[in-house]
């Protein structure tokens, strides 16, 4: 027999299933007053450096039909490429923000500012990008994927550069509908299926 | 900043299916293609930090975080205790822990649950804390109800609670479900069952705990957490281009 190894195997996920936002998101509950308020409102506060951006979007599942249950939540650097707590990196931008689709429409709404360029491993600089992380109901593992912009270079990015059917990488391109607002659907399965990640 | 290292890259094998035909709603909602793989970047070895600061002195006590009319909350009053670890068993000091559930009658206090059974006016059903510098996390509530939902022609949920975790990275982000010795709903439930490997299911179980019991107060349930490790090496950087 080898030696033994003592590493631990990460815990299962489960899904977050339909009441998700209890935990997450208690006021689309309906639940008040537990907290002072939602965890996550905002990624940003009064004064955050860079230009202001609103990117609107669906989840749609396999018959194209928009969830009204998903929970997103994203994670993003500054306008410098500069994560909250590094060095340098702005104050007025926490980075992290939670959303649900709309229980009526499930159109989902994120205001935020354009996130810098952050290098990857390499030191290869990768495009400017926001990551999200998907959880609802039927989603047994949360999905993670990356919102880019119709309007930078995303030539050089390596994570695009890995996608091998180029005509998927448009899945996660946000497309510019005016100044400052982007659209970025996510399909979960069947046509344009968005590409998630296993990073 | 240290260099922490890449994240230990996730095991799929261990974690439920995403398709998964008895679980009925994963069928429209699982993706089809394989997912893309890479290393991880700063933008998943980052992750959002919460602090003391957010956390109110009720938020982990769910018997009383909703008392409206001061009273606590119905049902059989339990401990839940436990210790979040990564893969190298390193704690996970100083991270947002939120649970979610049903009260004792197996009904949640959401817009869109309509189950017979009553609210309970003084629980809301949601909770959270930070884990404590050996990654320790204690929450009080009330043993949640089994409820039937719509799936199969008679289906049941077991006893359970939702977990929610951030650890310090976003790619360490983890949703799962904790379950109690002994429920005989477990091995009939469709969403349980989406865990393929054994082992791992029965890692979802929280055991009775005696001794953390408080006599004449509350029984106690332990669940401990593993999230994703992060691989020190004296040679990850690697020269870009090789």
Known sequence: MPQHLSNLTETASQTGGPYVHIGCIPSFAGIEGVYPQDLGLSPIQPGALGQQITITGQVIDGTGWALRDALIESWQPDSAGRFAGQPGADPAVSGFCRFAA?????????????????????????APHISLWIAARGINVGLHTRIYFEDEDNSADPLLARIEQRNRVSTLIARKTGEGAYRFDIRLQGEGETVFLDI | MTDLGPLVPRQRDMHPVPYDPDYKTSVPRSPKWPLLSMESTPSEETGPRFGHGVIGPLDNNLVLNFATDGSPAIGERILVHGQVLDEFARPVPNTLIEIWQANAGGRYRHIKDTYLAP??????GCGRTLTDDQGRYQFLTIRPGAYPWPNRGNEWRPMHIHFSVFGHSFGQRLITQMYFEGDPLIARCPIAATIKNRSQLDRLVAPLDMPMARPLDFLAYKFDIVLRGRRQTMFENRLEGL
């Open chain 2, 119 to 124: 609210l309970d006016p003084n629980f809301g």
């Open chain 1, 102 to 126: 709309d229980k009526d429409s499930g159109e989902f709404c994120l205001t935020t500012v354009k996130p810098g360029a952050v290098p990857a491993r390499t030191g290869q600089m990768q």
